[in-house]
C-alpha cells in the first residue's frame, strides 16, 4: 500500500535527477474478526457491532440448514427482531436489509470477481516481467513502447529498483 503514496526524491547536490521513489506514508491495516465469539472485549464495549455479528451468524446458520439465501435472510430478520437483535433497524427498514444482503453478496459472482482480479493481476506481473526481461538484455525503451505502455515500462523501471 505505501506505494500508493509514493514521492519522488532528487538523490543528487547538482539536481541531474537521478530520482528514487520513497514511501511519503506507511500505513499498517489491522483486521478484527468481527464473527461471533471473537473480540467479546470489543463486542463487549460495541453492542450495535456485536448485534451486527449476531444477526449475520443467524444468516449463516440458517443457510447451514440447507435454506437458499432468501429464506434464510428471512428467518434471521424474524429471529433477530424477536430476540431484541439490531430489532429498531429491522424493525424500520426490514425490505432495505434483505435486499443489501441479497444484492450484495452472490457467492457465485464474488468467486467470478476473485478469479478475474487473480487473472488481471497475474497478467499484469507477466507484462512486467517481460518488460524487465527486455531491459535486461538491452531492448531500446522505443522498441518497449511499440508493445507496451509507457505506465507498464515505468513500472517494470519502478520494480527493478526494489
Do not use: W
Not at 531492448?139 to 523501471?157: F, G, M, Q, R, T
Amino acid at each position: 500500500m505505501s506505494d500508493s503514496f509514493s514521492k519522488v526524491v532528487d538523490t543528487t547536490e547538482d539536481n541531474t535527477s537521478q530520482l528514487i521513489f520513497q514511501p511519503a506514508m506507511e500505513i499498517t491495516a489491522h483486521m478484527i474478526n468481527i464473527n461471533i465469539g471473537n473480540n467479546a472485549e470489543l463486542m463487549k464495549k460495541c453492542r450495535l457491532l456485536h448485534d451486527y455479528a449476531a444477526f449475520i451468524g443467524l444468516i449463516r446458520d440458517y443457510i447451514s440448514q440447507e435454506n437458499d439465501i432468501n429464506t434464510a435472510v428471512t428467518l434471521a430478520i424474524n429471529q433477530a427482531i424477536r430476540h431484541n437483535i439490531l430489532k429498531e433497524v429491522l424493525s424500520v427498514h426490514t425490505a432495505e436489509v434483505r435486499d443489501m444482503i441479497l444484492t450484495e453478496y452472490n457467492e457465485e459472482q464474488h468467486i467470478k470477481n476473485e478469479k478475474n482480479i487473480s487473472y488481471d493481476d497475474g497478467f499484469n506481473d507477466g507484462k512486467i516481467e517481460a518488460i524487465k526481461n527486455m531491459i535486461k538484455l538491452n531492448v531500446p525503451k522505443d522498441k518497449i513502447l511499440e508493445c507496451y505502455s509507457e505506465a507498464e515500462y515505468n513500472a517494470a523501471i519502478k520494480d527493478n529498483r526494489n
